[in-house]
């Protein structure tokens, strides 16, 4: 099973709300990622978790905060967002394998922000 | 800077046909270099992948060839069915890939029956 779920599918939101986006996979992986991914353009990374410590933040705003709660979860909160960060947020997990990591990605959560 | 170069933009290509995109990087620190397909509405899924040791690997109708001299790789598409109608995004990573991947721009592929 290489599944990575996503939850919700779609979010809307005004700019003065608080919401969470929730990623979950259950293969064991070490690797957790956030991307974003606008229309017609390519996923951008934003944040990796490795071993749920968070290793890598692509100078993303701070109106977005991750989290890994355990090996299994990662969250993505959001608050005070902007217009323009209306996309596709994509999470992505990996083994932290010895030679390379295949990144699995969910369905992403479609979020329009008002 | 756009670390990776994809090329074409769109591509139509008959059924039957082979469908090829190239991509090209500039960090030479990349080692690890997937290509993922996308449907609209859906998350990229992975297709193959490669590491700079090798210069072609096949797996069914999918191949990617790497030069890695000129910085460049490629995918085919070889015997282009309607279903490969798709998004392709080129990546490359270091580490594997395990710190994150950097995409090309994408190539919208049509395959017209």
């Known amino acids: 099973d290489t599944e990575v779920t996503q939850t919700p599918k779609h979010l809307v939101m005004g700019m003065t709300n608080k919401k969470s986006l929730k990623c979950e996979q259950h293969m064991g992986h070490r690797a957790m990622y956030w991307y974003k991914q606008k229309a017609k353009k390519p996923p951008e990374l934003m944040f990796v978790?490795?071993?749920?410590?968070?290793?890598i933040n692509e100078s993303v705003p701070s109106r977005f905060s991750p989290e890994c709660p355990n090996s299994s979860l990662l969250n993505l909160h959001l608050h005070a967002l902007q217009p323009e960060d209306s996309a596709l947020y994509l999470c992505?997990?990996?083994?932290?394998?010895?030679?390379?990591?295949?990144?699995?990605f969910g369905p992403g959560t479609r979020l329009t922000v008002l | 800077q756009q670390q990776v170069k994809q090329s074409p933009q769109s591509l139509i290509v008959q059924k039957g046909g082979i469908s090829i995109i190239n991509c090209a990087y500039e960090?030479?620190?990349?080692?690890?270099f997937p290509w993922y397909q996308q449907f609209p509405g859906k998350g990229p899924a992975l297709l193959i992948a490669?590491?700079?040791?090798?210069s072609e690997k096949k797996e069914g109708r999918f191949t990617i060839s790497f030069n890695k001299s000129a910085k460049q790789f490629s995918l085919h598409i070889m015997d282009s069915q309607p279903g490969d109608s798709a998004t392709y995004f080129c990546?490359?990573?270091?580490?594997?890939?395990?710190?994150?991947?950097?995409f090309g721009k994408g190539t919208h592929l049509i395959i017209q029956p």
């Open positions: 490669i590491r700079p040791d090798v």
């Open positions: 978790y490795s071993y749920e410590k968070l290793s």
């Open positions: 960090n030479t620190a990349f080692d690890y």
């Open positions: 990546a490359a990573g270091e580490g594997g890939g395990a710190d994150g991947l950097t």
């Open positions: 992505a997990s990996s083994q932290r394998g010895p030679s390379t990591d295949t990144q699995y």
